[in-house]
């Protein structure tokens, strides 16, 4: 099994299809809270990242979401083709 971590942060849009993310080093709190996942299979990663994604949907802010395995983990077979990045509401 491995750990997927699920994280967000603030995003907005220029009107002309160019979308910034705001990385805040000052510890204030993201859009979301960090959520870590135990996934076996690409399906599971891709599953766990559509219900982040829905809650994210759901905030009506704008944000970047994205998924990543934690450090010294293997990816299940197939989780690298996934695409586990995307901007919410912007």
């Not at 990663?45 to 994205?66: C, L, N, P, V």
Request: hydrophobic fraction near 40%; charged fraction near 20%; proline fraction near 6%.
């Amino acid at each position: 099994m491995a750990t997927l971590i699920l994280a967000s942060h603030p995003a907005s849009s220029d009107g002309s299809g160019f979308n910034s993310i705001h990385f805040h080093l000052d510890g204030s709190e993201p859009p979301l809270p960090q959520e870590s996942v135990e996934i076996r299979t690409a399906a599971d990663a891709a599953a766990a990242f559509e219900q982040y994604s829905e809650r994210a949907t759901a905030s009506s802010k704008g944000i970047w979401i994205t998924a990543s395995l934690r450090k010294g983990q293997r990816a299940p077979s197939g989780f690298r083709k996934l695409k586990l990045d995307r901007f919410v509401n912007v």
